[in-house]
Nanobody, 126 residues
Framework: VQLQASGGGLVQAGDSLRVSCAASGRTFRSYDMGWFRQAPGKERDFVAAIMWRSGSTYYTDSVKGRFTISRDNAKNTVYLQMNSLKPEDTAVYYC????????????????????WGQGTQVTVSS
């Protein structure tokens, strides 16, 4: 699976932005997908995940109620809609996919994912 993230940019606090992740491969619908972010000098942190079988979604506490993860299997694309953006949301956003061959029950660790996109920069000015 190859992942291509896009849609980042420079916005003001309170604005909205949607980042996308296009995946190659016919088995995209069988992959759990996640979004992570990494600010300068910090570790890559979990943001959101969506499960392929149930469609269940999970979020880190700081984005609950503001961000929404979704997927369009027909387009092999996963989205992260970000509303009410804050300066602390500034980071490079990465999409990731879990290979369904391996059974892993967690979804919020970098090590849970096998494939990564190149990242897209989101900058929120105050």
């Amino acid at each position: 699976v190859q992942l291509q993230a896009s849609g980042g940019g420079l916005v003001q606090a309170g604005d909205s932005l949607r980042v996308s992740c296009a995946a190659s491969g016919r088995t995209f619908r069988s992959y759990d997908m996640g979004w992570f972010r990494q600010a300068p000098g910090k570790e890559r942190d979990f943001v959101a995940a969506i499960m392929w079988r149930s469609g269940s979604t999970y979020y880190t506490d700081s984005v609950k109620g503001r961000f929404t993860i979704s997927r369009d299997n027909a387009k092999n694309t996963v989205y992260l809609q970000m509303n009410s953006l804050k300066p602390e949301d500034t980071a490079v956003y990465y999409c990731a996919a879990k290979d369904p061959t391996f059974v892993r029950y967690s979804y919020d660790r970098v090590s849970d994912y096998d494939y990564w996109g190149q990242g897209t920069q989101v900058t929120v000015s105050s």
